[in-house]
């Protein structure tokens, strides 16, 4: 994990470490069968962290946002690529077919059902359903890529 540069990632980070919850931790992670470990946040005070933290640091450019998204995606616990995948999600505008090499990135370096559905049905899918001329044969090439999870995120982007 690199130190965080951006505000928001590092407001993110302590908020999450604050809110850790040492007795849950260890059951989160054996339940995802992670070996990413977990701080113990329960979903809805993370998505309350996440809400906060996005409104006082929000990202002003598309390319702030990817670069936000990649420091909190290079995580030491599973929270923060939570995080990462709730601010993609949150600022819709910056969605552009520029954030695809990073969300193939988050598919292969996730490998696992609870990162990569949602990246590939809400990210990967609203980028199709936005830009499908130019999506289509990205996507003809990830159902037929080596990598399941691409594989599985070009099945789950094309249907929802």
Same mark, same amino acid.
């Given at each position: 994990?690199? @130190?965080? =540069?951006?505000? &928001?990632?590092? %407001? +993110?980070?302590?908020?999450?470490?604050?809110?850790?919850?040492?007795? $849950?931790?260890?059951?989160?992670?054996?339940?995802?069968?992670?070996?990413? @470990?977990? =701080?113990?946040?329960?979903?809805?005070?993370? =998505?309350?962290?996440?809400? +906060?933290? $996005? /409104?006082? $640091? *929000? @990202?002003?450019?598309?390319?702030?946002?990817?670069?936000?998204?990649?420091?909190?995606?290079?995580?030491?616990?599973?929270?923060? =690529?939570?995080? %990462?995948?709730? &601010?993609?999600? /949150? $600022? /819709?505008?910056?969605?552009?077919?520029?954030?695809? *090499?990073?969300?193939? &990135?988050?598919?292969?370096?996730?490998? !696992?059902?609870?990162?990569?559905?949602?990246?590939?049905?809400? &990210?990967?899918?609203?980028?199709?359903? /936005?830009?499908?001329?130019?999506?289509? @044969?990205?996507?003809?090439?990830?159902?037929?890529?080596?990598?399941? !999870?691409?594989?599985?995120?070009?099945?789950?982007? +094309? %249907? +929802?």
């Amino acid at each position: 994990m690199s @130190p965080a =540069r951006h505000p &928001l990632t590092q %407001a +993110v980070r302590e908020r999450l470490r604050e809110a850790a919850n040492q007795e $849950f931790a260890p059951y989160m992670q054996a339940y995802m069968k992670s070996d990413m @470990p977990y =701080r113990g946040v329960k979903m809805a005070e993370q =998505r309350e962290i996440y809400r +906060v933290a $996005f /409104k006082e $640091f *929000p @990202p002003r450019s598309v390319e702030e946002n990817l670069d936000i998204i990649a420091e909190l995606w290079d995580a030491e616990y599973r929270e923060e =690529r939570y995080a %990462a995948i709730s &601010l993609a999600l /949150k $600022f /819709k505008k910056y969605q552009t077919l520029g954030a695809l *090499p990073s969300y193939r &990135l988050m598919i292969q370096t996730g490998a !696992w059902w609870d990162l990569v559905d949602t990246i590939a049905a809400d &990210l990967v899918g609203e980028l199709l359903r /936005k830009f499908s001329t130019e999506m289509k @044969p990205e996507m003809e090439s990830w159902i037929e890529d080596e990598d399941l !999870w691409i594989r599985r995120a070009a099945i789950l982007s +094309v %249907a +929802v």
